[in-house]
């Protein structure tokens, strides 16, 4: 366990990374600020008279909380950035290294490749659920702040949760497949192309295919729909675990470059 923090922690300082990880969060909080207006815009005038905020005895019937489940399926440029990170920051995980010349120092280490692949997946898939749920809590939050007894509310409900898992699949998701261009294909930007293009065709596309399916259940989350139904948890768990062990199989066995 020792030996995973410290190739945990020394993933995760990689300055590049974490330049274009906080670069990535601000970005991602502005767009999805834009989806959240609006959302806001086309739901009706929510905030300039606050009306009651819920009628009844549960704030998931209120404006507030439709609101908070539709604007994150309309901030489309939101989703394709974060794509777009997700498989930057995959690609220089397991690529940069190798483009740079300094492998044969870093599997010279007394660490087994599986450890390296392990902690580098790690620090990719941190990073990456980092970038999802900060920017999701400031818009939810932030905008909120006089009312935040009932968001509260809303954030902890059953429904919420399982807008978050849909979500976070979204990200395993990207990750996965991302992480599988990263070990097939030996050129970093080659290996970027593919799994970006491969990750947002289906939405420019205009098909309902992962990871974009996910976030078209965001909002359908508030009337039920559960991430746990056996075709979105295949899509959305089981799938990313195969691709990751196919990638890590790929990675144990071939050579450093």
């Not at 609101?67 to 690529?95: K, M, Q």
Request: net charge positive; glycine share 6%; charged share 10%.
């Amino acid at each position: 366990m020792n030996k995973f923090r410290t190739l945990l922690a020394w993933e995760l300082s990689d300055s590049l990374r974490l330049i274009i990880f906080l670069l990535g969060i601000p970005s991602l909080t502005y767009l999805l600020a834009v989806g959240y207006l609006k959302s806001q815009w086309e739901l009706g005038s929510v905030v300039s008279s606050r009306p009651p905020v819920y009628k009844g005895l549960s704030p998931l019937g209120s404006i507030t909380a439709v609101h908070l489940f539709d604007y994150l399926s309309l901030s489309s440029g939101f989703w394709v950035l974060l794509a777009l990170l997700v498989s930057i920051l995959s690609v220089l995980t397991f690529r940069y290294d190798r483009e740079h010349g300094y492998a044969f120092s870093v599997y010279s280490l007394p660490f087994s490749k599986g450890e390296i692949f392990t902690a580098k997946f790690f620090s990719a898939l941190l990073l990456s659920l980092v970038s999802l749920y900060i920017p999701i809590l400031i818009v939810d939050v932030f905008p909120n702040a006089d009312i935040l007894g009932v968001i509260r509310k809303i954030l902890f409900t059953t429904q919420y949760c399982h807008l978050l898992v849909f979500a976070t699949y979204f990200v395993l998701f990207s990750l996965s497949v991302s992480l599988l261009f990263s070990v097939l294909l030996r050129d970093m930007l080659l290996a970027f192309i593919a799994s970006f293009f491969l990750l947002v065709l289906p939405f420019f596309a205009g098909l309902n295919w992962p990871p974009f399916s996910f976030v078209s259940m965001l909002p359908r989350s508030l009337s039920g729909a559960s991430p746990f139904d056996f075709t979105w948890f295949l899509r959305g768990l089981i799938v990313p675990i195969a691709l990751v062990l196919v990638s890590g199989l790929i990675f144990t066995r071939r050579d450093v470059l």
